[in-house]
């Protein structure tokens, strides 16, 4: 099977903009999660969609959004950049069912400028 | 409020010695617990996991020990191999079923030749 396919890869906005980030998760796979990554903070969990419903929130601001489509697509949003959204910006999936181990796309890199 | 810590930043072994690496935890709800390894520009990659049910699991050369009651676990890598250098990070998976994995902030293992 194909793995978590993320893109971009790379992308420079600058502050106020806003940007999409689009994951493809591993066929047959229903559930995906965004995290944000920083050398501060390491990687923090954004939010988890399942079946086109958010699952679960971590803590960030309301100008990120996240959508699930029919065929398990996944976009995140941020609108209003600032300077700190600069990170790596990963998505998982996962089979449905007991199962914690997700599976990791490479990462959209985000500058903001 | 950090819940899951790695406390050693960075890691330097010799090859052929074994790795350590630890991870401490604060919330009593976690019941899973994964390690994921991490290269520069790849996303992070499964490399095993536990549950709380046991103490022990091993796969190859990699060894995860749990220790509910000092909230503490550990990855042994034994031997340790040059290609085992990467960022190795821990997490956390609990509190109903949700798929949200709480991460530590990462350990740089490096393997000297």
């Known amino acids: 099977k194909a793995g978590v396919t993320q893109t971009p890869r790379y992308l420079i906005k600058t502050r106020g903009q806003q940007v999409t980030l689009s994951c493809s998760p591993i066929s047959g796979h229903r559930s995906v999660s965004w995290y944000q990554q920083t050398p501060g903070q390491g990687l923090q969990f954004l939010f988890e969609y399942f079946s086109e419903t958010q699952r679960n929130k971590g803590n960030f601001p309301g100008r990120f959004s996240g959508r699930q489509f029919s065929n398990s697509r996944s976009e995140m949003n941020v609108s209003t950049l600032e300077l700190g959204d600069s990170a790596l910006y990963l998505c998982?999936?996962?089979?449905?069912?007991?199962?914690?181990?997700?599976?990791f796309g490479p990462g959209t890199r985000l500058t903001v400028t | 409020d950090q819940q899951v810590k790695q406390n050693s930043p960075s890691l330097s072994v010799q090859e052929g010695r074994i790795s350590i690496l630890n991870c401490d935890y604060t919330?009593?709800?976690?019941?899973?617990f994964l390690w994921y390894k991490k290269y520069p520009a790849e996303g992070p990659t499964f490399l095993i996991s536990i549950s709380s049910i046991k103490d022990k699991n091993e796969d190859g050369r990699f060894t995860v020990f749990l220790n509910k009651s000092a909230k503490h676990l550990s990855l042994h890598i034994v031997p340790s191999q040059p290609g085992d250098s990467a960022v190795y990070f821990c997490a956390a998976v609990g509190q109903g079923g949700s798929e949200k994995l709480v991460f530590g902030k990462g350990t740089k293992l490096t393997v000297n030749p």
């Open positions: 998982a999936s996962t089979e449905r069912g007991p199962s914690y181990e997700q599976y």
């Open positions: 919330n009593s709800m976690f019941d899973y």
